[in-house]
């Protein structure tokens, strides 16, 4: 009894019992984690793509490659390899943005240019993937709480 007091304030080691769950816990992690990462990496060899769900959060899916990389010896792009999504209410050339609208989307036509932080994005690098979901001309939830 006296044992138990001790260890519990730190005083002594634990009793052997003890260090063994202890340790075998840990290999069952390890084997685990090691289980884990080999499934990925047979995974991605086999080119298997990742599946992502997207959660309705897309107005439109589409794919706007940023500029090309400069030659080797200067710097990359700083957003290179990052990928964004802007709302509906953004201009981007080709496309009709809707401001969260069916029937303004229906009725207008597709713009003759990109916005400007669209275009910034895009020239640092960074790769547009899509329009997302927004209120109706961003008016947001209009509620009255009585």
């Excluded at 634990?14 to 884990?36: C, D, M, Q, R, S």
């Excluded at 030659?71 to 943005?97: Q, T, W």
């Excluded at 240019?113 to 927004?134: D, I, K, N, W, Y």
Aim: with cysteine; aromatic share 10%.
């Amino acid at each position: 009894m006296e044992l138990c007091k001790n260890w519990r304030r730190g005083r002594t080691s634990p009793p052997n019992g003890a260090k063994v769950w202890i340790v075998l816990g840990i290999t069952v992690a390890g084997v685990l984690i090691l289980a884990e990462a080999t499934r990925r990496r047979r995974r991605m060899s086999r080119g298997v793509p990742r599946r992502v769900e997207f959660f309705g959060a897309f107005v439109e899916r589409f794919e706007m490659a940023p500029s090309p990389q400069p030659p080797p010896p200067a710097a990359r792009h700083p957003l290179a390899d990052l990928k964004f999504a802007v709302s509906d209410n953004f201009e981007i050339k080709g496309y009709v943005a809707g401001y969260g609208n069916p029937d303004w989307k229906r009725t207008h036509e597709p713009a003759s240019q990109t916005a400007v932080v669209v275009s910034a994005l895009l020239e640092r690098g960074a790769t547009c993937v899509g329009r997302t979901v927004m209120d109706e001309f961003a008016f947001g939830s209009a509620f009255s709480i009585e």
